[in-house]
DNA sequence: GGGAAGATTAAGTATGACGTTTGCGTCACA
DNA sequence: TGTGACGCAAACGTCATACTTAATCTTCCC
């Protein structure tokens, strides 16, 4: 466990939210902070600001008289970094995984497209560099140098767009990338289609050619979705 | 103001959250703890709970011997509902309703195809109602009932992708809708066209037709962005 | 049997004390 | 003059306790 995070409050945090977003108390359940407090060894205080970063993410509702209430699964803020890490580390692990992939697939495309158009000349040069340090590294075993490019690449390209709710969610498609490479079926080296994709997207936007990087990107995505078994839409 | 919500700890959440979110602290601004617990005539403990659930949201971040210090935008959690209200009472109000916009136009049509394979008889029953609705609303300065009916088609269509990141972005759509209603010009009765195309995407859900329903939100999307002269990729 | 008043319970708030970290100034030394 | 170690103090972090508030349950009277 990394509970090392500062503050006590944060060690409960990183105890309680991981327990609660795997679903290991059914939602409707009450926790009572006295019963928190003697669990964790440490003060009311400590265990009501934990709560409250709880709260905030929708995962659980605080009421008088009645405890600390776990609630519906649809009711959380999925779009919540911790709260995406927590559930990846749980056990609907797939189900997450699925659900981001098509997020992701809706999204990067058209982030592609506007890259076109607002890259700069520094972000262009950076696509390239890390499209070329995935072909460097796509053979010989190199998957996790690889995938420090591939994450880097998504993540410029993210920032590209110019859109800052689509460069938010460069911590998804990072978490997307890390989870195939580290549980999916990836003993082999990267598919050189895929490869070549990348290098041909970070043309595309360098181009200015928006159409074409799009398309290209969708490529990429719905390659991403294969993998996973989801038919493309 | 809405500051009515429960607690001490909402209502200091409530007034200093869209404070930050507006930029009335520039990033890098520190705030003590007991200023502020001065400043709301409130004990400490209050203004923790309140910076804890800031903190949660990447908004400021707390250290010792130095104080809360706000963060810059880039690293805020802008897919936190309440930063997202924050923000869009604030300044920079139309940035903002044009980044949700772009990133609604890239997943609702998605969502869509989703939706015809996807949705529940219920579903879409709802939608035809909510898109005949529309139709009888979309005359006679009736903007307030036609909003009421375009927010729950959106939402209905969201939910029925069956992709749950999709689904929680009702809120974002709603906001959008609720936004060009009561801030942008329209002053006139919602375009005929566009009441339209809402009646054939519950159409084209309800038989199942994916390319369809997609293309058809595309329009629909496409004139969102239009009219807050953002130029469709 | 139903409804209202009161008891109960668990969260919410306030307060004061102490602990812990760490930025920063000071001073000595090379 | 520059650099390093040392130590102070500021601000957050934690705790214990007492009190307040409100939702639920119980009981009792009509």
Redesign the interface.
């Known amino acids: 466990m990394d509970n090392a995070g500062q503050g006590l409050?944060a060690r409960v945090l990183e105890s309680l939210g991981p327990e609660i977003a795997a679903g290991e108390h059914r939602p409707g359940t009450v926790l009572r902070t006295d019963e928190l407090a003697q669990r964790f060894d440490v003060s009311r205080?400590v265990i009501?600001?934990a709560v409250?970063?709880l709260?905030?993410?929708h995962l659980v509702e605080s009421r008088r008289r009645v405890g600390v209430t776990v609630r519906a699964?649809?009711e959380w803020?999925?779009?919540?970094?911790?709260v995406i890490r927590w559930r990846l580390a749980g056990a609907d692990r797939p189900r997450q995984l699925r659900?981001?992939t098509?997020?992701r697939?809706?999204?990067e495309p058209?982030?592609a497209?506007?890259a076109a158009r607002h890259a700069s000349p520094e972000q262009c040069a950076a696509l390239t560099e890390h499209a070329m340090g995935m072909v460097a590294t796509s053979r010989g075993q190199q998957l996790d140098a690889y995938l420090v490019h591939d994450t880097a690449f998504h993540k410029t390209l993210l920032t590209a767009s110019g859109?800052?709710?689509?460069?938010?969610l460069h911590e998804v498609v990072a978490a997307i990338l890390a989870g195939r490479t580290h549980h999916h079926v990836m003993f082999t080296d990267p598919d050189p289609a895929a490869v070549t994709l990348h290098v041909q997207v970070a043309e595309a936007i360098r181009t200015g050619d928006?159409a074409r990087a799009?398309e290209l990107t969708r490529e990429i995505t719905v390659g991403a979705m294969a993998e996973l078994d989801i038919l493309a839409?």
Request: hydrophobic fraction near 40%.
């Open positions: 409050h205080t009501r600001e409250r970063v709260e905030s993410m699964t649809e803020n999925v779009y919540d970094p911790r659900s981001l098509v997020l697939c809706a999204v058209v982030a497209g506007l859109n800052e709710m689509f460069a938010r928006a799009e839409p």
